[in-house]
């Protein structure tokens, strides 16, 4: 895999406008915070053992991608946040929207007719069960309205990674799939998992551009090819819930 490294002396980063050069470092972040969940997400969903039955390990690895799922969801509704300061609020959209080429202008269209919907369920999601863990009164609620033949789990070890309390992230995600709005579980699952995939995209296209404008405009840098020898496959890497044995900070203890 052939990757360019750009270097970027401190006098460099520090010589654009102030404005521009918090946008470049503020939403380089997020592109990277996108990056790694969605990785991750992937990963979480690969099959550890393609032929196992093992209910538990999947009940985990479901519990876990959503969880994962859940805070990308956090963090696509803090970029529209951001945006909303960073973006227009200093005036760089009138600067920026007219040099995108039209693939990037559509992309940034999208989100932005995308949180300005009513029925735009992130921003609630965010506000209740992402960033902020769901109040009192919320997880009352939740509890009450849950299906009386409801039979909720959790799963004990003696090292607290292994431990999973599967009823809490099962209520968390109904009071997330009740947000949505959706006739049934499955049509709320699919739109949860759809609509974060195609968002994550479009701030992707759109943000991706804008920090390669602002690079060129105002770096002037060269790049260099590095070389990234036998990257793994991304449907052949697995990440597990259960691990064998305690993380090395338990074993000092």
Known sequence: ?????VEIPKSKLSSIPEDERVFFVLFGA???????????MIFSTNPINP???NQVERTAQISQTLCLARFQIGILSEGWQLL???FFGTGLSKKYIPL????AKQSFHKLKDFFSR????MTSVRNNFCFHYPSSEVIKKLIDEAPASEIFEMYMSEYFGNCLFSMSNTLINFGILKAMEKPDTQSAMDRWLKDAMKVAKWFGDFLGECLLIIANKHLGLKSYEVDIPRPPDLNKVALPFFIKGPPKAEQKQ
């Open 1 to 5: 895999m052939k990757l360019f490294k």
């Open 30 to 40: 997020l592109l990277n915070d996108l990056s790694m969940f969605q990785k991750l």
């Open 51 to 53: 032929m196992t039955t």
């Open 84 to 86: 909303q300061q960073k």
């Open 100 to 103: 995108l080429s039209k693939p």
């Open 118 to 121: 009513k029925d735009n369920w």
